[in-house]
C-alpha cells in the first residue's frame, strides 16, 4: 500500500504585452540612468543609460531592441532580461529606440525618445583636476603635470612677506588673466587650457636683495586607450565573444598606472560578437547509458546524430550524409562493471509495526549488500538501487478506536469545578482494550474540562465533596479552597 501524485501546471496562452511608461524623463545631471521604455528621456553626454521592456504574455515573449534611425550602434548591449544599456551617450546617439516582444500569438511594442545634451555634462570633469602646489627655487625645478590638474606655484619667501612680487613665464611679465591668477607669493594655473608649458619666475625683494627663483613646467600626457580584441571564445554559432580592456598609457603609448588617468573618463568596453556564422555539421551525442551487466562484462549505448549549430544559436538535426566528412561516434561498445556487488534482502517480518491507520501497520525486511565475486573487499552497491526495508501492511490489530465512557461529577456546584472521563483504546471485533499506542494515528479524545464556572453568590456554603479533606490538611487559607469550602472552613476558624 501506498501513495503517489503528480502535478502539472496549465497556463493560459496569452498574447504579449509592454508596460510601458508615459512619464517624460530629464535627467541631464546623472551619470547612470534607468528608466522603463516609453516617453521622452534626457541625458546628459558621456551617461550610460538603461531602457527596460517589461513584458507579459504565455509563452514568454522574445523582446528584441530596434532603432528608428537605423541599426544600433556599438555602444548598445541588449541585455538579458530584455532590457536594452546604451553606454557612454554621445550625441550621435540621438534617437527613437523600439522594443518589440513576440511569442506565438502575436507581437506588442513600444518606443522611448532619447536625447542626449552636453549641459551639466562639464560639471564631472571640473571635480576631477586634483590640485598640485609645488614651490620655485633659485636653482630651478622641473615637474611634470598632467593636463587638468591645478597647478600652484609658490614664489620662495615667508607667508608673511608683504613687497611686490613679479611672475613672469618664458621671460614675460604674466599679467591675470582666463586661467591664470596670483596673489603676492602664490601663481595659480588652470592647467586645462593650452599652452602651459614652459618656464614661470618670480622675483621680489627681500632685505634689499632681489630673489629670484623659477620653476620648468612639462605637460605630462596620459589618456585610456583600448587594448587589442581577445582571441574569439568559439570559431562559429552565436556564442563567440572579443573583449578587450581600457588601458592608461603615457605619451609614448606605455601602460601605466590607473591613477595618472584618473581626471579623464574612462571608456566603457564591452564584449563584442565574433565568428557569428553557421557551424558545419558535426556528430552530437547523449551521455553513455549504464553498463548492461553489474559484475563483469557487459555492453552501454547512447543516441548519436547530427547537427548543425546556425548563427542565430538555433540547434538543427541535419542528415546524417552531410556529417560524412568525420567518422560517427559509436553507439554501442562493450563495458566491464568492477562493482561486482548486488542488494540482498531478506524475507517480510510480521505485520506489527507502529499503526498508521484502520487496520494498517508496517512490517519490515532486513537489506544488505554483498559481493557476488567472494572478495573480501568492502561491497560497494548503488545507493539509488537500494530495495525498500519498510512497507505498509495489514493488521487486524490496527482495526482499533477510542471508546469514551460518560463524565464524571464536577467537583464543585459553584465557582469553577472540573470534572473527568474514561478514554480507552478498544478493538473493534473482540471490543477488549489495547494499549493507546494503537490508536495513536488518530487524535485522542480530551479526559477532562472544567464545569459549573459560575458564581457561588453571597451564601457561605461547601460546593465540593472533598471539604472534609481540605479542613484535615489545613488549607481553608489557600484560594480557591477559602470560597468552595466556606461553611467548612468558617467552622473550623471558630
Not at 604674466?174 to 595659480?188: I, K, P, S, W
Request: glycine residues 8%; charged residues 20%; proline residues 6%.
Amino acid at each position: 500500500m501506498g501513495t503517489d501524485s503528480e502535478t502539472t501546471r496549465v497556463l493560459l496562452a496569452q498574447p504579449p504585452a509592454v508596460r510601458a511608461s508615459s512619464r517624460n524623463i530629464s535627467d541631464p545631471r546623472s551619470a547612470s540612468l534607468r528608466t522603463p521604455v516609453g516617453g521622452r528621456v534626457t541625458v546628459r553626454l558621456g551617461a550610460n543609460l538603461t531602457l527596460d521592456c517589461p513584458v507579459t504574455g504565455v509563452p514568454q515573449p522574445l523582446v528584441t531592441w530596434h532603432r528608428l534611425e537605423g541599426s544600433l550602434s556599438w555602444n548598445s548591449v541588449p541585455l538579458q532580461n530584455g532590457s536594452l544599456l546604451l553606454q557612454n551617450l554621445s550625441l550621435q546617439d540621438d534617437g527613437t529606440y523600439t522594443c518589440v516582444a513576440a511569442n506565438p500569438l502575436g507581437k506588442a511594442a513600444s518606443s522611448s525618445l532619447v536625447h542626449v545634451t552636453a549641459l551639466g555634462a562639464s560639471s564631472g570633469h571640473q571635480e576631477m583636476g586634483r590640485k598640485r602646489v609645488v614651490m620655485a627655487s633659485r636653482i630651478g625645478t622641473v615637474i611634470s603635470i598632467t593636463p587638468g590638474d591645478v597647478l600652484r606655484i609658490g614664489c620662495p619667501v615667508v607667508p608673511s612677506h608683504r613687497r611686490p612680487v613679479k611672475w613672469t613665464f618664458q621671460n614675460h611679465t604674466l599679467e591675470q588673466a582666463a586661467g591664470l591668477q596670483y596673489n603676492g607669493r602664490v601663481l595659480e594655473i588652470n592647467t586645462r587650457s593650452e599652452g602651459f608649458e614652459g618656464r614661470y619666475g618670480c622675483q621680489t625683494h627681500t632685505n634689499n636683495q632681489l630673489i629670484s627663483a623659477w620653476i620648468q613646467v612639462h605637460s605630462q600626457e596620459f589618456e585610456w586607450r583600448f587594448s587589442e580584441w581577445s582571441v574569439c571564445s568559439a570559431s562559429c554559432g552565436n556564442r563567440g565573444s572579443q573583449v578587450r580592456k581600457a588601458q592608461c598609457v603615457d605619451a609614448d603609448g606605455q601602460e601605466t598606472n590607473p591613477a595618472y588617468c584618473q581626471n579623464r573618463p574612462k571608456p566603457v568596453t564591452k564584449p563584442r560578437p565574433c565568428n557569428v556564422q553557421n557551424c558545419p555539421p558535426s556528430w552530437a551525442s547523449t551521455v553513455w547509458s549504464r553498463c548492461s551487466s553489474w559484475c563483469g562484462g557487459g555492453v552501454r549505448q547512447r543516441q548519436v546524430w547530427c547537427q548543425r549549430v546556425e548563427a542565430s544559436g538555433t540547434v538543427r538535426v541535419r542528415p546524417s550524409e552531410e556529417c560524412g566528412g568525420s567518422s560517427r561516434p559509436e553507439e554501442r561498445e562493450e563495458c566491464v562493471s568492477e562493482t561486482c556487488a548486488e542488494w540482498v534482502t531478506g524475507s517480510w517480518g510480521q505485520c506489527s509495526g507502529r499503526c498508521l491507520g484502520p487496520a494498517v501497520s508496517t512490517q519490515r525486511r532486513t537489506v544488505f549488500c554483498r559481493n557476488l565475486n567472494a572478495s573480501n573487499s568492502n561491497p560497494n552497491c548503488d545507493i539509488k538501487q537500494r530495495p525498500s526495508s519498510v512497507r505498509n501492511c495489514t493488521s487486524e490489530m490496527c482495526d482499533v478506536h477510542w471508546r469514551v465512557l460518560p463524565w464524571r461529577r464536577c467537583t464543585a456546584s459553584c465557582g469553577s469545578g472540573f470534572q473527568s472521563r474514561k478514554v480507552e483504546c478498544i478493538h473493534r471485533d473482540n471490543n477488549k482494550t489495547l494499549p493507546d499506542l494503537h490508536c495513536a494515528w488518530q487524535p485522542r479524545p480530551v479526559t477532562w474540562q472544567h464545569c459549573n464556572i459560575t458564581s457561588c453568590g453571597g451564601e457561605c456554603k461547601d460546593t465540593t465533596h472533598y471539604c472534609e479533606v481540605v479542613k484535615r490538611l489545613k488549607l481553608c487559607p489557600v484560594e480557591p479552597y477559602t470560597q468552595r469550602c466556606c461553611q467548612s472552613c468558617s467552622h473550623s476558624a471558630s
